[in-house]
């Protein structure tokens, strides 16, 4: 039995910069409508955008790990027809932060703390178990509103943001457990994800269909042990997964060690498997070792897949080491093996995404959050992005929006009604650093340098949170 002596003591906010400034967390939960609106808001751009971010109710114990750990906290704008903006958010209330809200307090350790409470804390059915963190993505399928965690299942929410049963979904039993970027392809429908796990089998895909039943029962893919994969491609014909030398030792972390380990001597691998049974097996290609959170989008191109993502020479979880980075597209080339690396910028940058109607399918444009200095990054204090840029894969330009003193996360692309590829509007939470008040802003995907064309004040400051998704109310926005 856990004894309250072996309970580590809550992390000091204020001492990590990932709960703190433009990041700290926010208790409350709003309702805000008929709100202002400075400029024009389109009149074809009518739905919700919704993002989701890590959101500790109580200051965690023992450590806190950005960007894997904190409660899940959505926020949603909400355009009507009329053109009537309002905002809310709401906390996924898993049923351990239920227990945590009748405790008043943190009950869980952070991820690097490794401490879950035992029978004498919490209800048996809860304790000596990893606390739920849906706190990273959120998507819509088969009518379904899901707030993602890394690997763990999601939790399913209604329209307006309330958390739907006392459990997470799991299709049945079917899907125990799942990635925070499944995709969604828009010739199919399918919603396809992977998931790793910590005992064998480590790695597995599955999809599912259009009506929300599970098309393809998770399959395995084989890799010698627990790696940590946050994102994947997906293209027509493959799912491809990148397997860097990122290494999950729970045993380590008993003793003191780190729970995940960066292992530079060992290649980068990566896994082209086919979407179609009796394809083929599974293909391996392996390059220098590198760490990619994001994908912006995978295609195929004959024989070969093209990739484009955002590069990292390493990961650290927790000590501060300076990194080097490439905004990148890679070339896959299965029958050969070879990976051939081409730099197309090499500022800062990350949240690397693509018009959702192209995903799979040859793009031209993507978008990335860049920081205004070519400062290099460290995740032991994240950093704070300020600067939209634009990729054109086709002429190698790249357009830029300064934001100035406001800084912001993921940028979201949200398509014209009826529009072609690549036409419509980006949309994101910004905060200023100064005031520390937020806003949500829309800008001409075509002219993202003259800057918003509308903006939405609110009064108060929505934390730097993670991944959302545009949802049309015509249909054709967003996963």
Known sequence: MTTQLDVPRPVDPVSVPALSGVFAPVPDERDLSDLTVVGELPPDL??????????????????????????????????????????????????QLRAEQRAGKALWGGLLAGYMPGPDVVPDELANRPKALPDINIIRHAGRTLALAEVAPPWELSEQLETVGTRPYTWGGVIPGMCAHPKIDPRT??????????????????????????????????????????????????????????????????TGGDVLAWRPERPLRIAVVPRQAGAGPVRWL?????????????????????????????????????????????????????????????????????DDRLQGAAHRFFTLSATERAVAPNLAAPDLYNVLLRVDTATGAVAEWHSGSHVFGEVVFAPAAGGAPDQGYYVTFRTDRQTLLSDWVVLDAAHIAAGPQAVVPLPFRVPLGLHGNWFGSQGGGGL
Do not use: K
């Open 46 to 95: 009518r739905g919700v955008y919704l993002r989701n971010g890590p959101n500790p109710l109580y200051p965690p114990l023992g450590s806190y790990t950005y960007p894997l750990d904190g409660d899940g906290m959505v926020h949603g704008i909400w355009i009507a027809e009329d053109g009537s903006v309002r905002y809310r958010n709401r906390f996924v209330w898993t049923h």
């Open 286 to 354: 392996e390059t220098e070792p590198f760490w990619v959170w994001h994908f912006a989008n995978g295609f195929d191109d004959g024989e070969d897949i093209v990739v484009d993502f955002a590069r990292l020479s390493a990961l650290t979880m927790t000590t501060p080491v300076p990194l080097t980075t490439a905004i990148t597209r890679a070339r896959l080339e299965p029958a050969t093996g070879r990976v051939r690396l081409e730099t197309l910028d090499e500022r800062n940058a990350e949240f690397p995404r693509i």
């Open 189 to 254: 429908g399918e919603l396809v994800l992977f998931r790793y796990a910590f005992q064998e089998p480590y790695l597995m895909w599955a999809s599912i269909a259009p009506d929300g039943s599970v098309a393809h029962p998770p399959e395995p893919i084989p890799v010698d042990g627990p790696y940590l994969i946050h994102d994947f491609v997906l293209t027509e014909r493959h799912v491809v997964l990148f397997v860097a030398p990122a290494v999950f030792n729970l045993m380590a972390a008993q």
